[in-house]
């Protein structure tokens, strides 16, 4: 794509990570969304897997920021710089004014959908839309959502769960859980401190989710385990813990309930010739979260429905929004046309 052409972004803005796609070219960037700020001056020190790398490890001089909370914004400021250093980081912000396509979790309001794209329009973009997580997921994942016939997607990201059934290229039925991967670690690091006397920091309970997670946890596994590394409660010393699988998965499986009952109440509000549907096109797992080990069999056990991940779970919100221009041009079109009226 030449550097003075048009340039059309496609950005997954999430609470964990934001994901950037250039329509027509694929997935550029992938960062963690997270600052470093300098407690004095208050100029951020370093974005995503640089302030990540700091973590646990500076002077109380740094502060870790989070600017997105449970999927909302809860620092525009912050989020304003964060997105114009990984755009810049995906082009050249100065030789293009982009079009972007930026996704939210379905239960947004109005109020956030207009600082959002607000922010967006303040570096200098030249035009924005915000689509809702579940559907741009949907589309990533390669569902054939424009079909009469229903589908569903759950879309597990880092703050938030997106609960969603399509049908005809609508919404018909959706729900956002505040729970998701952030939720089990942090059921991960409670469940450390209170069995272990450890306390442990968000990179070892990511680390045990990912090599001991287990959203199906079967009995004969209960020899698995994990030697991690921690303070010791009450003392502050180093200290070391043997950490089994079994318990891993029971702390997950806290994170993991507000889920399955988040699907179940979807299904509830869902027209029954839908949800037929649905009992056999299945339902789709996208998002970094959804990457838990046996998550589709845990799934469709509880629910009844055959379940799969999407082939790009970590990618299918990005790659959705950066397919999504021709309904941003079908969009201005019909603004533009209001404003003539």
């Known amino acids: 794509m030449a550097v003075f052409g048009k340039q059309r972004l496609g950005i997954d803005l999430g609470t964990a990570n934001t994901v950037i796609c250039i329509a027509g070219k694929g997935i550029v960037l992938r960062q963690p969304t997270l600052v470093a700020i300098d407690k004095e001056s208050g100029a951020i020190e370093a974005y995503g897997k640089e302030a990540y790398r700091l973590q646990g490890r500076t002077s109380d001089s740094y502060e870790m920021i989070h600017p997105i909370q449970r999927g909302v914004i809860a620092n525009m400021s912050v989020t304003k710089q964060l997105l114009a250093h990984f755009i810049n980081q995906a082009i050249n912000l100065s030789l ?14 109005k109020v956030e959908r207009k ?3 607000d922010a967006i329009r303040s570096l200098g973009v030249n035009r924005a839309m915000i689509v809702e ?21 759950v879309d597990i990201g880092g703050g938030t769960t997106d609960i969603a059934t399509l049908s005809y290229g609508e919404i018909v039925k959706s729900l956002t859980v505040e729970s998701a991967g952030s939720a089990m670690n942090d059921a991960i690091k409670d469940a450390v401190r209170q069995d272990y006397h450890l306390i442990i920091g968000d990179y070892t309970a ?15 596994e209960d020899q698995d385990h994990l030697i991690v590394s921690g303070q010791k409660m009450g003392a502050g010393v180093p200290a070391r813990a043997k950490i089994s699988a079994a318990m891993v998965a029971q702390a997950v499986n806290h994170g993991m309930v ?6 179940k109440q979807v299904f509830e ?6 949800a037929a549907d649905i009992m056999e096109t299945g339902i789709v797992l ?32 990005a790659l959705g929004t950066g397919r999504l221009f021709d309904e941003l041009t079908r969009q201005s079109a019909v603004i533009e046309q209001k404003l003539r009226l």
């Open 206 to 220: 990511e680390t045990l989710k990912i090599v001991m997670g287990n959203a199906n946890y079967q009995e004969p």
């Open 115 to 117: 600082a959002v794209i």
């Open 96 to 109: 293009s004014k982009p079009e972007i396509v930026i996704s939210a979790p379905s239960n947004i309001s």
């Open 286 to 317: 996208t998002g970094g979260s959804a990457l838990l080990k046996r998550l589709p069999e845990r799934i469709q056990a509880e629910i009844g429905v055959p379940t799969r991940l999407a082939n790009l779970p970590l990618d299918s919100v």
């Open 258 to 263: 507000p889920i399955i009952n988040g699907i």
């Open 269 to 274: 509000q869902t027209p029954p010739e839908l």
């Open 133 to 153: 997580e579940p559907f741009a997921a949907a589309i990533g994942a390669g569902m054939a959502i424009e079909e009469p016939r229903g589908k569903m997607v």
